[in-house]
Nanobody, 127 residues
C-alpha cells in the first residue's frame, strides 16, 4: 500500500517563504500525478497544485498562482511545494495527494479523484 509522508511545515511571517516535501513509499503510483491540497480551520479542503509523474506539466490553483511552485525531486516519488510571498490566508494543514488514475494534473483538482492522502503538515503564516 502507498504511504505519503509530508515534512517541512512550520510557522513563517507574512511575505516569507517555506518549502514542504512529500515522500511516497510502498506500493506507489509512480506513473501518475501527485499534488497538494490544503485545509484552513473551518473551511473545506481545497486544491493547491499538481504535477505529472515525470514533472513536465504542472497545474496551479488560481489562489496561489505566481506564488507557489510544485516540482519533482531527483529521488523517485518525491514532490515539493515551494511557497513564496505567504499570506495569513495560506494558513492551514497541507496534505500530499496521489492518484492511480491516468489523468492530467488539472484533473487532480477534483478531490474525488484522489486515491491516497498523507497525514498533513501544518503551515502557519503570521501577520
Amino acid at each position: 500500500q502507498v504511504q505519503l509522508v509530508e515534512s517541512g511545515g512550520g510557522t513563517v511571517q507574512a511575505g516569507g517563504s517555506l518549502r514542504i516535501s512529500c515522500a511516497a513509499s510502498g506500493r506507489t503510483f509512480s506513473n501518475y500525478p501527485m499534488g497538494w491540497f490544503r485545509q484552513a480551520p473551518g473551511k473545506k479542503r481545497e486544491f493547491v497544485a499538481a504535477i505529472t509523474w515525470n514533472g513536465d506539466v504542472t497545474y496551479i490553483a488560481d489562489s496561489v498562482k505566481g506564488r507557489f511552485t510544485i516540482s519533482r525531486g531527483s529521488a523517485e516519488n518525491t514532490v515539493f511545494l515551494e511557497m513564496n510571498s505567504l499570506k495569513p490566508e495560506d494558513t492551514g494543514i497541507y496534505y500530499c495527494a496521489a492518484t492511480k488514475r491516468t489523468i492530467q494534473p488539472m484533473g487532480l483538482a477534483n478531490i474525488g479523484l484522489v486515491d491516497s492522502w498523507g497525514q498533513g503538515t501544518q503551515i502557519t503564516v503570521s501577520s
